[in-house]
């Protein structure tokens, strides 16, 4: 099986979980509470969780700060929440950044901007 389809059915829940988010609130709002929902669709789901998780950032073995992804789902899935245009290679870049630095595979990028959810899925190899 292809390294796209890291962890296909957890990420197919959580893109359920964002559709289900999208049509109660309705599109373009603050991404704030696309996250807030997001963690509560996911915890009623029966999912594991961690909201926020603050991951210390080091260069030449020298702390330099923080990353802070949205949501860390059962441990395996970075998912940060956006409302924009389009996403864009900023976007896919920090992704990968977290991937990097979060050591898991597999990140989903949900854009709430629209009446139809869009999604990207990035994949550390």
Do not use: C, W
Not at 36 to 50: R, S, T, W
Not at 60 to 69: D, E, M, Y
Not at 99 to 124: C, E, H, P, S, Y
Request: no cysteine.
């Amino acid at each position: 099986m292809s390294e796209n389809y890291v962890h296909r059915d957890l990420s197919g829940e959580v893109i359920g979980a964002a559709m289900v988010v999208l049509n109660e609130m309705k599109p373009g709002l603050d991404e704030k509470l696309y996250e807030n929902a997001m963690v509560i669709e996911l915890l009623d789901k029966g999912f594991k969780l961690e909201q926020q998780k603050q991951y210390p950032v080091y260069f030449k073995s020298h702390p330099v700060g923080r990353l802070i992804p949205d949501l860390i789902v059962e441990v395996k899935i970075v998912v940060d929440a956006k409302v924009v245009t389009a996403f864009t290679e900023t976007h896919l870049a920090q992704m990968l950044g977290y991937l990097n630095i979060t050591g898991l595979k597999l990140a989903i990028l949900l854009n709430f901007k629209n009446a139809k959810l869009q999604f990207k899925r990035v994949v550390r190899s």
